[in-house]
């Protein structure tokens, strides 16, 4: 069926997987970003204690995925926040700010006990639009 390829989406600079999974995916108009950790291209956790600080690297992350597949923060339909500590969201909610402007997603936010990377107290995953 046309515009229902799938493709996958590895960008040069970002960390390698830590598991079987990519940057992200398209499959017809959307775009399934995978969850974007805080951490440079080896791996190393960026931002420290500072949760704003990790929110505004794993959105950096994020942006290079999304101009990879042709895509914007405005075109962001959903995202999922898992945050280590709750009471976060509103340094979160500064930086996403940010990056998103006056385009709000859907957004859900989950509490979780741990994230993949020591220290890393945020992730976040989103779903976009993409035109045609």
Do not use: W
Not at 43 to 61: I, K, M, P, S, Y
């Amino acid at each position: 069926m046309p515009g229902r390829e799938r493709e996958e989406f590895r960008v040069e600079g970002l960390n390698e997987p830590i598991s079987h999974y990519t940057d992200a995916v398209r499959f017809g108009d959307l775009l399934f970003v995978s969850g974007i950790a805080p951490v440079d291209e080896n791996l190393n956790l960026v931002g420290g204690d500072d949760v704003g600080a990790q929110t505004r690297r794993l959105f950096e992350n994020m942006d290079r995925i999304l101009q990879a597949a042709g895509a914007s923060f405005t075109d962001i339909l959903k995202v999922t926040v898992y945050l280590t500590d709750v009471d976060d969201r509103h340094a979160v909610d500064v930086v996403r700010r940010e990056f998103f402007g006056d385009t709000r997603p859907a957004s859900t936010l989950i509490g979780i006990a741990e994230l993949a990377v020591p220290g890393m107290k945020v992730e976040i995953d989103a779903v976009a639009g993409l035109r045609g």
